[in-house]
């Protein structure tokens, strides 16, 4: 059998209706042991999150700022799933697919929540001084499964080379030869570069990119979408209600070929939580690093990920889409969202261009954390050095290679990773549940940083 296929077939059976029911099935009993956190606190989230996104407090030594952690996640799950992956949940699934999409980010939140929580309440110093935790903390530390948190640690390190460094590479350098001719190489080498500049400071060096990249790249995109929306403003409402309509009764899709509720579903559901990586257990490492006077309130940033992941940039790109008339043009997934906002803005297409480029690099600099953190769990801090030149190499290979091999590893590695997540986070529900309650008694209460009474409520 061909290896391609072979991989095609793992890739389906791995991202297969079990792995989606335990992620979505993970989110709804912690939504109801958390009694809809996510939807009766919304005013305390966004007074919490968006609200303090320019408080210049500045972080204690060994971490970073609340904020800060958070942009160096939305820095790696706000990718090309937002751009690509909306394109082909509704080519595959239909405009119904977006409705299961916001669902399952729905649920995703709690398990966010509960994921971020759990790496606050177990993080470590390591020998540099600095906070750092993750699944595989949790999973040790709670639960006491140290082999479970090192295969996770193993799925992690593997991972980003895959979705975090070549890949990513590769979606930067094809976008800018498609659409200014330039050279593979020569962008494979200034992206090597730029990255080994950025990543050899740790964290501190990165988190100071992402707090500033990730608003900007965010803010422009989300402009030219609103651009798109205020021209098109005739088309939304019909684009809003076929997100509802097809939800529950698909009628035909693209190119006329009729889309099952199963399919809609599916489509929403793994596009959604690929792009905001809740249950997969990457975030939460970043934000780890936080510093934060409880786990809960740092928990709050998770959902906030989510929701502007999910909830903002991949609606904004599936309502242009919707609204622009393409939908039915046959233009793939790859061009469909450069088509959407061509299709109303002259020039539109560059704003998806760069939207990609940034997305991916931003990407990159988020997954490069994850893996060094998980590398150094596994092996101290002398994995650190060489597994920056490894990533860094990487990049460059990823940037001129044929990567589609590689899409199939990496998304295969990604689906692997949630696995031991969600054992350590059904496993820890219960502590989830008490350090929320501890935390809402006073939500308003600016705790010791250094305090740490709520390890009483820890296993």
């Known amino acids: 059998m061909d290896f391609k296929i072979l991989l095609k077939q793992l890739d389906t059976i791995v991202w297969g209706p079990p792995l989606l029911i335990l992620l979505v099935g993970t989110g709804i009993?912690?939504?109801v042991e958390l009694r809809a956190l996510q939807l009766r606190k919304f005013p305390l989230i966004m007074k919490s999150t968006l609200f303090k996104i320019f408080d210049k407090t500045k972080a204690r030594e060994g971490t970073i700022t609340p904020f800060q952690s958070v942009a160096t996640a939305l820095a790696a799950t706000i990718g090309t799933g937002n751009i690509v992956g909306v394109a082909t949940a509704i080519i595959i699934g239909g405009p119904g697919a977006i409705f299961w999409m916001w669902l399952a980010a729905f649920f995703g939140m709690a398990t966010k929540y509960a994921e971020v929580t759990l790496s606050v309440a177990y993080r470590e110093k390591n020998s540099k001084g600095e906070l750092v935790g993750g699944p595989m903390y949790y999973i040790q530390n709670?639960?006491?499964l140290s082999r479970l948190a090192r295969l996770f640690a193993i799925f992690a390190v593997l991972a980003t080379f895959g979705i975090g460094s070549t890949t990513q590479a590769n979606a930067i350098s094809g976008t800018l030869k498609g659409a200014f001719g330039f050279n593979t190489a020569g962008v494979g080498l200034l992206l090597s570069i730029t990255v080994a500049v950025i990543i050899v400071g740790g964290l501190k060096s990165i988190a100071k990119v992402t707090e500033k990249l990730v608003p900007f790249m965010a803010g422009c995109y989300l402009i030219g979408g609103l651009i798109v929306l205020i021209i098109n403003y005739q088309a939304v409402p019909g684009a809003i209600a076929s997100i509802f309509t097809n939800a529950?009764?698909?009628r035909a899709a693209v190119g006329g070929t009729g889309v099952g509720l199963v399919v809609a579903m599916q489509a929403g559901?793994?596009?959604?939580l690929f792009t905001n990586e809740a249950g997969l257990g990457s975030s939460p490492i970043a934000q780890a690093s936080a510093d934060t006077d409880h786990p809960s309130r740092q928990g709050l940033w998770g959902i906030f990920e989510v929701f502007m992941d999910s909830i903002v940039v991949c609606t904004v790109t599936a309502l242009v889409i919707l609204s622009s008339g393409v939908l039915s043009s046959g233009v793939d997934a790859t061009s469909l969202s450069a088509a959407a906002f061509s299709n109303s803005i002259s020039y539109?297409?560059?704003?998806?261009?760069?939207?990609?480029?940034?997305?991916?690099?931003?990407?990159?600099?988020g997954w490069e954390y994850y893996g060094e953190t998980s590398a150094r769990y596994l092996l101290g801090d002398r994995a650190s050095k060489p597994y920056r030149i490894i990533f860094t190499i990487t990049v460059f290979l990823g940037a001129v290679m044929e990567l589609e091999i590689v899409w199939y590893i990496a998304n295969i590695l990604n689906g692997l990773m949630a696995i031991p997540n969600l054992i350590g986070v059904l496993g820890l529900?219960?502590?989830?549940?008490k350090l929320t309650k501890d935390f809402l008694r006073d939500p308003d209460k600016i705790r010791d940083s250094e305090d740490q009474s709520y390890k009483k409520h820890l296993l």
């Open 348 to 365: 539109g297409g560059y704003i998806v261009t760069f939207g990609l480029v940034l997305f991916a690099f931003s990407t990159i600099l």
């Open 142 to 144: 709670g639960l006491g």
């Open 269 to 272: 559901v793994s596009r959604g």
């Open 429 to 433: 529900s219960s502590v989830v549940v």
């Open 248 to 250: 529950f009764n698909p």
């Open 29 to 31: 009993i912690l939504t």
